[in-house]
């Protein structure tokens, strides 16, 4: 096996003891744990409607963490032209700190760079150190402050982006190249 395919392969499973994380599509069954973990996470969380309004547009990709038939975490993003953008994103208290939250974000990168977007933005509440520090660590940047984004508490939030390294291009044949620009 090549050292590209292994790579591949533990974008999408981590092993951690015996069980290996899984990342899969979400499917209307998983709504239950998804809203465990929601409800867990949020003191100002989505409810199922939420999620189903967003899941309704073509553009709205849910996925999660799962292990032992067990669902550990998730994400809801946004596809655009150019970008992607993470609307929702939570790992279960209990599996925190483990690695699941870098698998999804490893996940949502590769899918980045792999679909020749340039962008990956999040909105986090200016409240929540521990996700500004997550996402830090993963490279993401604070681009600007979003005044009272927050429509439940009036709260600002920080927009998070992730721009790929020219390393991470090169798995997929370099820069995305602007052919527009090309001809001015």
């Known amino acids: 096996m090549s050292i590209s395919r292994t790579t591949r392969w533990n974008r999408d499973r981590v092993a951690t003891d015996a069980n290996a994380t899984h990342i899969r599509w979400m499917i209307r069954r998983d709504m239950p744990d ?5 409800q867990k996470s949020f003191e100002y969380a989505w409810t199922e409607d939420d999620f189903l309004r967003c899941l309704r547009q073509r553009n709205c990709i849910g996925m999660v963490a799962e292990r032992s038939d067990t669902i550990i975490g998730f994400m809801i993003y946004e596809l655009h032209r150019t970008r992607l953008q993470l609307l929702n994103f939570a790992v279960a208290p209990a599996v925190r700190r483990s690695g699941v939250g870098g698998l999804l974000v490893n996940k949502l990168i590769y899918k980045l760079c792999s679909h020749r977007r340039q962008n990956l933005s999040l909105a986090v509440r200016e409240g929540n150190t521990a996700a500004q520090l997550f996402f830090r660590a993963h490279r993401f940047k604070a681009a600007r402050v979003l005044r ?3 429509e439940d508490s009036g709260e600002d939030a920080y927009q998070m982006e992730y721009r790929p390294a020219v390393e991470e291009w090169a798995e997929f044949g370099g820069e995305p190249v602007n052919r527009v620009a090309m001809f001015e």
């Open 148 to 150: 009272n984004y927050y």
């Open 34 to 38: 998804v809203m465990g973990i929601e």
